[in-house]
C-alpha cells in the first residue's frame, strides 16, 4: 500500500483544516487507515483511525470533539477534518494503513506515508 498524504499548512488558532490521504497498490477491504503525528522533540502519538469496512472510529482523548475522520471507498481516500485547531497541534501528521486489531498501538500499521506538517499559530 502506498500512501500520500496532504492538505496540512499554517493556521491560527481556533482554525479549520482537512488533511488527506491518497491510498493505492491494494484493496484496502481487511485494512484499518488512521492518522498519527509528531510534534517537535516529542514522540509520533496516535490520532484517529477508521476501519475501511464498516467505518468504525476511534480517537485520541485530546482530539475528540474538534476531528473527525472518514473515507471514501470509490476514491480510496481517507480524511482527517480538523476543526477548532489549537497550538498544541501542531504536528507533523501522517497517515498509515495496516491490518492488525483496532487499536492505538503503531505495531497494528505496516505502511506510513510521508507526513504532511500542521502549523497552528496563537
Known amino acids: 500500500v502506498q500512501l500520500q498524504a496532504s492538505g496540512g499548512g499554517l493556521v491560527q488558532a481556533g482554525a479549520s483544516l482537512r488533511l488527506s490521504c491518497a491510498a493505492s497498490g491494494r484493496t484496502l477491504g481487511n485494512y484499518k487507515l488512521g492518522w498519527f503525528r509528531q510534534a517537535p522533540g516529542k514522540e509520533r502519538e496516535f490520532v484517529s483511525e477508521?476501519?475501511?469496512?464498516?467505518?468504525?472510529?476511534s480517537y485520541a482523548a485530546s482530539v475528540k470533539g474538534r476531528f473527525t475522520i472518514s473515507r471514501d471507498n470509490a476514491k480510496n481516500t481517507l480524511y482527517l477534518q480538523m476543526t477548532n485547531l489549537k497550538p498544541e497541534d501542531t504536528a507533523v501528521y501522517y497517515c498509515?494503513?495496516?491490518?492488525?486489531?483496532?487499536?492505538?498501538?503503531?505495531?497494528?500499521?505496516?505502511?506510513w506515508g510521508q507526513g504532511t506538517q500542521v502549523t497552528v499559530s496563537s
Open positions: 477508521i476501519r475501511w469496512t464498516g467505518g468504525r472510529t
Open positions: 498509515a494503513a495496516g491490518q492488525g486489531i483496532s487499536g492505538s498501538s503503531e505495531n497494528g500499521y505496516q505502511y
